[in-house]
């Protein structure tokens, strides 16, 4: 099946940068947009930046010009550059992959969704 793995997490002063990346791995002929999502404790998932196949870029209101998501369609990674921290960006990071094609088992999966296991980001101030 699909599986998205997460790096690049950790610790960072308010301020600093950090970049996360992602790998989907599996039988996939396309993906529709991967992006990235972010649950704070005590909050709902909320977006933070999207990536379509063809280039298009969404960006949550509080991460713009704070954050580049970037990716690569022909190795199916998408990557999250975070500059100036701050600690409000503290969150648990999941990667989505969406609207997935892919091949399992004899089994032709059409538009299917999929989330990484999540990377924590701490930004202290």
């Known amino acids: 099946q699909v599986q998205l793995v997460e790096s690049g997490g950790g610790l960072v002063q308010a301020g600093g940068s950090l970049r996360l990346s992602c790998a989907a791995s599996?039988?996939?002929?396309?993906?529709?947009?991967m992006g990235w999502y972010r649950q704070a404790p005590g909050k709902q998932r909320e977006l933070v930046a999207t990536v379509t196949s063809g280039g298009i870029t969404n960006y949550a209101d509080s991460v713009k010009g704070r954050f580049t998501i970037s990716r690569d369609n022909a190795k199916n990674t998408v990557s999250l550059q975070m500059n100036s921290l701050k600690p409000e960006d503290t969150a648990v990071y999941y990667c989505?992959?969406?609207?997935?094609?892919?091949?399992?088992?004899?089994?032709?999966?059409?538009?299917?969704?999929?989330w990484g296991q999540g990377t924590q980001v701490t930004v202290s101030s």
């Open positions: 989505k992959a969406e609207r997935v094609q892919s091949y399992y088992k004899g089994t032709h999966y059409r538009a299917e969704d999929y």
């Open positions: 599996g039988t996939i002929f396309s993906i529709d947009a």
